[in-house]
């Protein structure tokens, strides 16, 4: 072990919050899905001549395929693995995994939308009839009684059915139990070397933080202050830090709770329900976008992956031309720079991993334009890669770490648990005026976390001078429209930088967990419209149940020896600027978050030239094989080397350009290929006029005194590049702003002095 590595040492455990109560699904479903499961993730067994029946839960194949498949595994996987391991890798199914049909049934009460959990259930039931099971199987065999080589064949059949429902059905299961498998499964970690905790850095130490608690009680509690700011995130926190610093009374409500960096990073499956929106599982009305959005203390900048990039001249502009000259001011830049400072944010100490020194590496040699990517990390090193799931060392430098312990040290107050339903309005002479914040606050449970039933649950009612909304894209709009506010720009404008993933394989043992993530960018793509519309190139995070759920599933043992290869892997991301949006809305049954979004045929065209662009980057920096996620597109293999005497064609090798022609006349269509996003901004856009956005330039909600929004919601078109800097500077406009406003009220109601 090197100085720069410590033993590692596990992080306190995060029990999960209880599990749903009853069950979303009949006995005869769960065996259907089970079977389903089983078909995705199956069993592999050799065939042997003394067996004397085929067993149904097992996918038989042949001797010499099944030889052939151990020696493959063993070109890719740790040193470690032994025979037996990789013996119970392949034939580990998904019904084996201890605690996986707990956390599917978590999963389809909490996280799938009503409307899709009951497309779930209808498509289940239809499998366990005769008539149901001969349109959708060609049989009239239940699908759960039928052997695992003719489930997989059926699968296979629905992934280009012409029926619809049957296609969206293979591609949402498929992905679901892909993403279960490698959260929970015993074999993948030690079968890759995948370590719990990162191997680099050293433990930190976090701002031992004061939450205001309540007793119980039945009335409402009422509370009063100054400023309440709704979402601890980065636009709220930094808001926070400059109204308390102003002198005022500041209390921040957070819906998530606080985890300390002693229980950091956690596992995967807990990181999802503790740090993210809806179990880390959100998709668009039409499943074309899946959504990853932070909830947690500190917003998505507990869970970014430290990119610190200001706001681009050329987004700038549009800003300003747009009528909002701020953007264009020094004002703007000295927003920028000062919440940069107080992050230490820097390029000055990065290290690179494998993935980033490929994209600098690789742009060089094609001539593409690349650079490196400023760290929020307090100019210090970060060598971590496992950031998405909460910084142990406190080296990354987000609100956690900088604006909230800034804002406590000077006076502010916090209330974690804290649900916001509305905001609370006074009627005056001139119209509406916000005058605080209502409530349900739960507190933890007897044992200090979320597992067991919550101690206390109050109705608070908090009373302020100014509300300012910073619940993010996706719930600042839902809070407005909950409170009876009727602009109709609320919750439009929906920016998302819909994504498209390139993996790529090395020689090499690159483990791809390790080393920060984002720490360089190619910016070749960025303006192919000539009007600042693009693409951006990027690494990804390289978690296992991140980066291998996004290869399109072509059968059980592929799949598996897909996964074996992740230790030899980069994965990058093609990220667009999109010029086109969507919108966000309650669901009318539950209340949650809806997004309706499909990345137009314009901004799918710029991925489709990152992605392109990627390849390339790959190809000429040694890969040996490149995977593009895109359906009915196979993996390009690299052929050996160019022999001495030759001259290497490079990228104009002619079955590496047939291949690129097969990715451009395949395309990505909306109805083959899943974008991602986690990047959200828009839905409360800033203006000039209430007939297009919701914002003031001030950040002031049309209409309504008092009450304001700082987050990246306001953003007046996609940022462009990861959104953290953009958004915080604004909010320190915003809030420096609203500072300045309660000074002015203090002197008028304190009178002319004698």
Same mark, same amino acid.
């Given at each position: 072990m090197t100085s720069r590595q410590i033993e590692m040492v596990a992080p306190l455990a995060s029990p999960l919050p209880p599990p749903p109560e009853g069950d979303v699904l009949t006995p005869s479903q769960w065996l259907t899905l089970m079977a389903i499961a089983d078909t995705v993730i199956p069993s592999?067994?050799?065939?042997?001549?003394?067996? &004397?029946?085929?067993? &149904?839960?097992?996918?038989?194949?042949?001797?010499?395929?099944?030889?052939?498949?151990?020696?493959?595994?063993?070109?890719?996987?740790?040193?470690?693995?032994?025979?037996?391991?990789?013996?119970?890798?392949?034939?580990?199914?998904?019904?084996?995994?201890?605690?996986?049909?707990?956390?599917?049934?978590?999963?389809?009460?909490?996280?799938?939308?009503?409307?899709?959990?009951?497309?779930?259930?209808?498509?289940?039931?239809?499998?366990?009839?005769?008539?149901?099971c001969l349109i959708a199987t060609g049989s009239t065999t239940s699908f759960h009684l039928q052997p695992v080589h003719i489930r997989q064949q059926i699968l296979q059949g629905w992934a280009t059915s012409y029926i619809p429902p049957l296609r969206q059905t293979q591609k949402a299961l498929t992905s679901l139990f892909k993403a279960l498998w490698t959260k929970q499964s015993p074999t993948i970690g030690p079968v890759l070397g995948f370590p719990r905790m990162p191997v680099h850095g050293k433990p930190g130490k976090g701002f031992d933080y004061d939450f205001i608690q309540f007793p119980p009680g039945i009335d409402p509690e009422v509370i009063d202050t100054d400023v309440v700011i709704v979402g601890s995130g980065c636009g709220g926190a930094v808001c926070a830090k400059n109204l308390s610093e102003a002198g005022n009374r500041v209390l921040v409500v957070e819906k998530a709770y606080h985890y300390p960096p002693e229980h950091l990073p956690m596992s995967e499956t807990d990181a999802a329900i503790h740090l993210f929106q809806n179990g880390g599982i959100q998709t668009s009305d039409d499943n074309t976008m899946v959504i990853i959005a932070g909830q947690a203390w500190g917003g998505g900048g507990t869970v970014n992956w430290s990119a610190s990039l200001q706001t681009q001249g050329f987004v700038r502009k549009e800003w300003s031309d747009g009528g909002l000259p701020f953007f264009t001011s020094s004002e703007f830049q000295n927003s920028l720079d000062r919440v940069c400072d107080r992050m230490g944010v820097s390029t000055e100490y990065i290290e690179h991993n494998k993935a980033n020194r490929v994209l600098l590496e690789g742009s060089r040699k094609l001539g593409y334009s690349a650079k490196a990517v400023p760290q929020n990390t307090g100019r210090t090193k970060h060598y971590c890669g496992y950031c998405t799931l909460g910084c142990a060392s406190g080296e990354k430098h987000g609100p956690v770490v900088s604006f909230l312990p800034d804002a406590e040290k000077a006076g502010a107050q916090f209330i974690e648990g804290f649900e916001a339903e509305r905001i609370i309005f006074e009627e005056?002479?001139?119209?509406?005026?916000?005058?605080?914040?209502?409530?349900?606050?739960?507190?933890?449970?007897?044992?200090?976390? #979320?597992?067991?039933? #919550?101690?206390?649950?109050?109705?608070?009612?908090?009373?302020?001078?100014?509300?300012?909304?910073?619940?993010?894209?996706?719930?600042?709009?839902?809070?407005?429209?909950? &409170?009876?506010?009727?602009?109709?720009?609320?919750?439009?404008?929906?920016?998302?930088?819909?994504?498209?993933?390139?993996?790529?394989?090395?020689?090499?043992? #690159?483990?791809?967990?390790?080393?920060?993530?984002?720490?360089?960018? #190619?910016?070749?793509?960025?303006?192919?419209?000539?009007?600042?519309?693009?693409?951006?190139?990027?690494?990804?995070?390289?978690?296992?149940?991140?980066?291998?759920?996004?290869?399109?599933?072509?059968?059980?043992?592929?799949y598996k020896l897909y996964c074996s290869k992740f230790r030899h892997m980069t994965g990058f991301i093609s990220l667009a600027r999109d010029k086109d949006t969507g919108r966000v809305y309650a669901d009318p049954v539950d209340g949650k978050c809806r997004v309706s979004y499909t990345a137009s045929a314009f901004d799918r065209k710029h991925i489709l030239e990152g992605v392109i662009g990627l390849a390339k980057i790959c190809y000429v920096s040694g890969a040996k094989e490149i995977f593009v996620a895109i359906p009915g597109v196979s993996s390009f293999k690299r052929e050996g080397l160019v022999a001495e005497s030759e001259s290497d064609p490079g990228i104009n090798n002619e079955k590496f350009q047939a291949w690129l022609a097969v990715i451009k006349r395949k395309g990505l269509s909306p109805n083959d290929v899943t974008c991602a996003s986690a990047h959200q901004m828009g839905t409360c856009r800033m203006g000039v006029s209430e007939r297009n956005s919701v914002v003031d330039p001030q950040g002031k909600v049309w209409g309504i005194e008092g009450l304001y929004v700082a987050d990246a919601s306001v953003f007046p078109s996609a940022s462009g590049v990861n959104p953290m800097i953009t958004n915080m500077a604004i909010s320190d406009w915003i809030s420096r702003g609203v500072a300045k406003g309660l000074r002015r009220v203090e002197r008028v109601e304190e009178g002319p002095r004698l």
């Open positions: 592999l067994e050799a065939s042997s001549s003394s067996a &004397s029946a085929t067993p &149904s839960n097992k996918l038989i194949i042949p001797s010499s395929e099944y030889s052939a498949a151990m020696d493959e595994l063993k070109s890719y996987v740790s040193a470690n693995a032994d025979d037996g391991l990789l013996t119970n890798y392949l034939s580990e199914n998904a019904s084996s995994i201890p605690g996986l049909k707990d956390l599917l049934r978590r999963t389809l009460s909490d996280s799938l939308r009503p409307d899709a959990r009951k497309g779930v259930c209808v498509i289940l039931a239809a499998l366990d009839t005769r008539a149901g005056a002479k001139d119209g509406k005026i916000a005058t605080g914040v209502k409530g349900i606050w739960r507190s933890r449970d007897s044992n200090g976390g #979320v597992s067991g039933n #919550v101690v206390c649950s109050r109705e608070i009612i908090i009373k302020a001078k100014r509300v300012i909304v910073s619940a993010g894209t996706l719930q600042s709009p839902l809070l407005l429209v909950r &409170s009876g506010l009727k602009n109709p720009q609320i919750g439009r404008n929906l920016h998302l930088h819909p994504v498209c993933t390139v993996g790529a394989v090395f020689l090499e043992d #690159v483990r791809p967990w390790e080393g920060g993530i984002l720490t360089s960018v #190619v910016d070749e793509f960025q303006n192919l419209d000539l009007l600042g519309h693009g693409a951006k190139l990027e690494a990804s995070t390289m978690l296992p149940s991140w980066f291998l759920p996004i290869e399109d599933w072509k059968s059980g043992l592929e």
